[in-house]
Every structure is written in structure tokens, then in C-alpha cells.
């Protein structure tokens, strides 16, 4: 998995992009969903463009630079645990698997394995009631941001990557 010079820097501003997002998602605490979404679509444009083993060489740089850069580590793990992971994911479910139905339920599943993960990490540390609507609630949540990322993609590959001259 060699990279030319040109694929390395591009690497390199997209981690940055991908950066200044998790960076405001804990200087912005009224958006801290939106900016952790937005620094996910970083790491899928980067499994799109190098694959999903240089995607996750990514994830794992962002995850450590972003443990050294931002100010909230509490709001790392969100990150970490779902939003990072969950391009990877959703690479290798979308590619490997040809059942529509079977795929949404792999993605579901891990997105409820992420959410299980992350509701006992901050049970550590205080008390969190889990109500049912609560988790109905993150389902749809859920649908439509699988639905949203998956529209991203797309439009990157049909508009914007088609325009950049690597």
C-alpha cells in the first residue's frame, strides 16, 4: 500500500479537514453531532478514494491526533466508539454483502453494538438512565444518517470527484 506523494497529501488535508471537525465539535457544544457526522464523511471520502485498508489508517490517525488535539475527551469517545468506525463499516458491509436487507441489518446491528459500547463507558463515570424511547429514538436517528451518509458519498463520487485532478 504504497502512495505517491500527491495521494499522501491528499491524505493529509483531509485529516486536517477531518480534524477542524472534531476540534469544533468540542469547542461547539450545540453541534457536537453534526461536526462528529461531519468529520465521519471525511473518513468515507478517504476509504473511497484509497480503500478500506487505508481507511482505516485514517480512523486511526484521526482517533490519536484527535486525542492529542481536541479539548473534550469525553466527546472523543462518540467518535472513536461510532462515528469514526462507522464509514469503515458501512465500506465493508456495502461491498462484501448483496442483500439489501441483510446489509441493513449487519448496520444496525452495529450501530447498536457502538451505542451498547458507549452507554457503559459513560455509565463509568455518571449515573445515565436509558429509556426506551430513548433507544427507539437513536434507531431512526440511525436510518437517517446511514441514509444521509450514503447521499454524501454519492454526490462526492458523482460531482466533486470527478473535478479534482489527482
Known sequence: MLLKSRDLAYLGVLLGLNQLFIILSSIIETNTIILMAAAALIVGVAVVEFGGKAGIIFYLASCI????????????????????????????????????????????????LSLLLMY??????ISLPLRWWMILGGQILFIIYDYSFTMFITQYINSIRPKLKR
Open 65 to 112: 491526533s484527535g486525542f492529542f488535539l481536541t479539548f473534550n475527551k469525553a466527546e472523543l469517545i462518540t467518535y472513536i466508539c461510532f462515528f469514526g468506525i462507522y464509514s469503515i463499516i458501512k465500506h465493508y458491509i456495502e461491498t462484501k454483502i448483496n442483500n439489501k436487507y441483510i446489509s441493513y441489518a449487519l448496520k444496525i446491528g452495529s450501530f447498536n
Open 120 to 125: 457503559f463507558f459513560v455509565k463509568l463515570f
